[in-house]
């Protein structure tokens, strides 16, 4: 959960490398986030509102001690503090969609849901993109290649390859090989203490530029893919982010340390795939291609 320009937050240009008890506290927060979502994943459907998943969200989220870390969360507009535990952003809505107690979810509808906890003094933060019901194909498509982007960037996130390779790998996949367009103003970020650390992690980017990735570094990796244009305009609440020509978007994301022979994945899909899988009014997104040497 980063928008450059509405965050308007001053750079530090600090990147904090974590201890691998560090590391452990924020795979615990990373892990209740997935509860949270595997939780969304079993319930939503059609016929639903966003502000009841939003509310047993944050029920779930305090069952466990923790904190919702994007409710009340503030950028330089202090006046309007995001109000909810969840992002629920809904077909054209990239990020930031504000679970609605009138809207509700609709056969066909595609969901992202963003969720991020404050547990024992470390964030943790996810999201996944859930397909209700008769989703149009071309959709699906939008879905699978987004979510097996992820991994391309994942593959990336090794101590002494570069940010951009990284970002790299996810724009040739999705730009170059699909035609899909990635949001340039919508990024990942390093996290730990703060909900957002630096770097910047764009999902687009030039191989061997960019940060140096050391072991130690925890960031969130999560593109952010549109349909058709790459182009973003802002709701009327201040929050939600839509792709400009209302065509479709999808947003996965994981939290992951960079070690030296693969990335460490401190979030986990496992289970929410399980949840999608079981949950009749879904349809379930899978990879285009196989996992298994990103997962090891």
């Known amino acids: 959960m ?55 969200a944050e029920e779930l989220i305090r069952d466990y001690g923790a904190v919702p870390a994007f409710k009340g969360y503030v950028t330089s507009d202090e006046e309007n503090p995001f109000p909810t535990s969840l992002c629920v952003s809904i077909n054209e809505a990239v990020v930031h969609g504000i679970p609605s ?11 992202s849901v963003d969720c991020g906890v ?77 909900l957002h650390e630096d770097p910047e992690v764009p999902n687009y980017g030039k191989r061997g530029n960019g940060v140096l990735l050391k072991e130690g570094l925890v960031i969130a990796i999560e593109p952010m893919i549109n349909l058709g244009r790459k182009d973003i305009m802002q709701g009327k609440d201040g929050w939600t982010i839509m ?6 978007s999808a947003h996965y994301e994981h939290t992951v340390v960079v070690r030296k022979q693969h990335a460490d994945i401190l979030s986990d899909h496992d289970s929410i795939e399980a949840a999608e899988m079981n949950n009749p009014a879904l349809k379930t997104v ?10 090891a």
Do not use: W
């Open 2 to 56: 980063t928008f450059r320009s509405l965050l308007n937050q001053a750079k530090t240009n600090l990147i904090f490398y974590k201890t691998e008890e560090e590391v452990e506290r924020i795979r615990e927060s990373c892990l209740l986030v997935c509860k949270v979502l595997t939780h969304v994943g079993s319930r939503i459907k059609p016929g639903m509102k966003g502000s009841l998943l939003d509310k047993e």
């Open 101 to 111: 107690d009138e809207i509700e979810f609709k056969d066909g509808d595609i969901v």
């Open 118 to 194: 404050l547990l024992n003094d470390y964030y943790g933060d996810a999201a996944y993109t859930f397909a209700i019901g008769d989703v149009n194909e071309a959709t699906m498509e939008l879905l699978r290649v987004t979510k097996t982007s992820l991994y391309k960037g994942i593959e990336q996130a090794v101590h002494g390859k570069r940010l951009g390779d990284i970002g790299f790998a996810i724009q040739q996949y999705t730009e170059r090989n699909f035609g899909y367009s990635v949001v340039r103003e919508l990024v990942g970020h390093g996290l730990g203490k703060s």
């Open 243 to 248: 792709a400009a020509d209302r065509k479709p």
């Open 286 to 295: 899978e990879a285009k291609e196989a996992l298994s040497a990103v997962l």
